[in-house]
């Protein structure tokens, strides 16, 4: 660990006395994380109470260490009491896997709230997801979704999956899902207030939840759809314009629908402000990080607002099902003015699109010759040549065959991309309700050969009970 800057020794100090009892439990050594409601610090566990009573935990613990270090997150006074509660409560019911970071203890004086979790040794996402092989992103999404299975067995809905959200350490294969900042309960109560006659339950309502109940989601538009779709006139030269698919003289409310998220990690759902929001949200998410690694480019998406976020996803998927998934939340779905979006978006899907991304890095020279992005590019260039490379029927060198092991490497490279990319694509599904969920995802055959170490993750272990010391 480098020198600490003097700004930081001084607010580790300011906030060791500002907290009584918190200098005679943990010592505070760096600043390892800052965010919009808290700073993270590294501290040592002074007294081993934390470090012992959560040993499974922490995945550094050996007999020749005799520092314990743990994280400590200061959040911030500005942070609602509501918010703070939330959070602090969402940990401790989430104590009972090894892949979420646990409420290992708290202090709190007059407006100061200071959090304990584990302190975990990770890489940053930025210095591995270029490098890391098909069988290391199965290990990767692996835990991520495990993480989130359990998560989303509690009823909650995380709301922030990202890579820097997800502790990964590429060395050991294991993962830690941090932050429930922006958590809640998954909302059940639109379907308590559907026949409410109640305005405020109309704020809350979504053509998609009835399309779920009466048939196959966005079987039924939300509004009778023209032969000839209307592009709204504008003086701007670019255009993705959201309108309610409501009769014209409808005096109901806009909608009102939680958007807490990061930009490019968001949902089409969110962006579309539909107040029935679920843990398919989440998924989403992972399918962006799945994109990023498969597409070894990192952030994947850049916009600066909703708008922005809709283009790119037109780019991708094309007017034609963006303007069905619009109308499955209500809307109307409008684009023009601008080139490179098409109707069908790009033909062969996702797939398409992560093979122009890298082959223009390989035209570009950008990867060195030993990269492993040339597996994921090699395969997409035989998919897309129209060779039938399913697992049970994958191609098969001459060459290869002179080298079993090679031919059995390359076939299992082969398989592990021919799934990978079937789990992408139940992961960025437009409409929530054909997203599959954690467990789905799990059961699929890309993760077949992994076997979880963990007998079960649904209990709270008895060891993981919070006992906060007066």
Known sequence: MGEVPPDVVEEMRELSDSVPGLKTRYKLLDKIGEGTFSSVYKAEDLTGKVVKRFSRHFWDISSRQDKRYVALKWIYVTSSPTRIYNELNLLYMLCGSTRVAPLCDALRHQDQVVAILPWYRHEEFRNFYRDLPIKGIKKYMSELLQALSFVHSKG???????????????????????????????????????????????????????????????SQPAFPKSKHPVVTPTTTPTLVDLTKGYPKYETRRNKRANRAGTRGFRAPEVLMKCPNQSTKIDIWSVGVILLSFLGRRFPMFQSLDDTDSLLELCCIFGTSKMKKCAALHGLGFS?????????????????????????????????????????????????????????????????????????????????????CLEVLDQCLTLDPHKRSTADELLSSTFFSELVDSDVTEENEDEDDVLIIDK
């Not at 995380?158 to 941090?178: A, E, M, S, W």
């Not at 978006?345 to 991304?357: R, S, V």
Request: net charge negative; hydrophobic share 30%.
């Open 335 to 419: 684009v023009s003015g601008l080139e490179g979006i098409s109707e069908e978006g790009y033909k062969g899907g996702l797939a398409d699109f992560i093979q122009e991304l890298l082959h223009a890095e390989v035209e570009a020279g950008t990867f060195p010759s030993y990269s492993v992005a040339f597996e994921t590019y090699e395969y997409l260039v035989s998919r897309s040549s129209g060779e039938n490379i399913a697992p049970s029927l994958r191609r098969q060198s001459p060459d290869l065959m002179a080298d079993h092991e090679l031919k059995k490497y390359h076939d299992e490279v082969w398989s592990d991309h021919y799934w």
């Open 156 to 218: 909650i809905i995380h709301r922030d999956i990202k890579p820097t959200n997800f502790l990964y350490n590429p060395q050991i294969g294991c993962g830690v899902l941090v932050d429930f900042g922006l958590a809640e309960m998954e909302n059940n109560t639109i379907r308590d207030t559907r026949n409410s006659k109640d305005s405020r339950s109309l704020e809350n309502y979504c053509p998609c939840d009835v399309s779920e109940t009466h048939g196959t989601a966005g």
